[in-house]
């Protein structure tokens, strides 16, 4: 409840939008979806906090087929627009051609797929994401289904191994799993001027400090206390405001994209 209270506080502070923190005690996917369709009459927007991967992917495109107001999971696409966002302009600091950078995505769940999914629309033609497995590719056994559509998109020169293997001669990293997961041996690996974005709150995958000792050139992180933030609240408020006072019903991957651009 704390967190959706927070989340109700800064959509208020930040864009003058009204929310109600609503807690649902279930994790049964039929009851999640009936619950919000059922009082989603009194609402003009709902936005899907906390659901994990990958219930979070089923919950949120019943509901935007269903539903005729904006529905948009936040620690997905929140996320994920930030993280574009900071690659855009990463992409002009150390002067490197946006679409053809080589970013590799570690972490699988709801940020980590989003993330890889709006950096494709955008883009980016070479993107790779790796989990607690290794490098997620066309034809690796045992995926989940999610992980099947994510190899389709990503990773076109079909590599395989580690995320050490995948992270040879990229130029961004995007760490959104947890801590120990980015090494300085990754980071001496990457191309000039590697861009890391150590995201997992509390502890990074690799502390500033120790990513700028392996050569980074450009660091993000999660927290408020270094540089760099790379935090959703700067996308799902706005984003909500600019939904309800347009009377948009979905929030789609190119109004994402544009989002990104104006934040950049």
Not at 86 to 111: E, H, M, R, T
Not at 204 to 219: D, F, N, S, T
């Amino acid at each position: 409840l704390p967190v959706m209270e927070g989340k109700c506080a800064i959509l208020k502070e930040m864009a003058g939008v009204n929310g109600m923190p609503i807690v649902l005690d279930t994790q049964d996917t039929d009851e999640i979806v009936n619950t919000i369709k059922n009082i989603a009459p009194g609402f003009g927007a709902i936005n899907l906090e906390d659901f994990s991967a990958p219930r979070c992917f089923e919950i949120e495109e019943r509901l935007k087929k269903e539903l005729d107001i904006p529905v948009m999971h936040d620690d997905q696409h929140g996320t994920a627009m930030v993280v574009l966002a900071g690659i855009i302009n990463a992409s002009q600091v150390v002067k490197k051609d946006f679409k053809n950078l080589k970013v590799v995505v570690v972490g699988a769940g709801a940020a980590g797929h989003a993330i890889a999914q709006l950096l494709v629309v955008a883009g980016i033609q070479n993107v790779i994401v790796a989990d607690s497995v290794g490098v997620i590719y066309k034809g690796r056994r045992g995926m989940a289904e999610y992980k099947k559509k994510l190899a389709k998109l990503t990773n076109p020169e079909n590599i395989k191994g580690t995320a050490g293997d995948a992270v040879k001669d990229a130029d961004v990293i995007v760490g959104v799993s947890g801590p120990g997961t980015i090494t300085q041996e990754h980071i001496q690996s990457m191309a000039t001027d590697p861009v890391v974005f150590a995201l997992a709150n509390p502890t990074p995958e690799i502390m500033p400090e120790e990513a700028k000792k392996a050569g980074a050139r450009i660091v993000a992180t999660g927290r408020s206390d270094y540089a760099n933030q790379v935090n959703n609240a700067l996308a799902f408020p706005g984003i909500f405001r600019g939904a309800l006072d347009n009377r948009i019903s979905e929030i789609s991957d190119e109004t994402k994209v544009r989002v990104a651009k104006s934040i950049a």
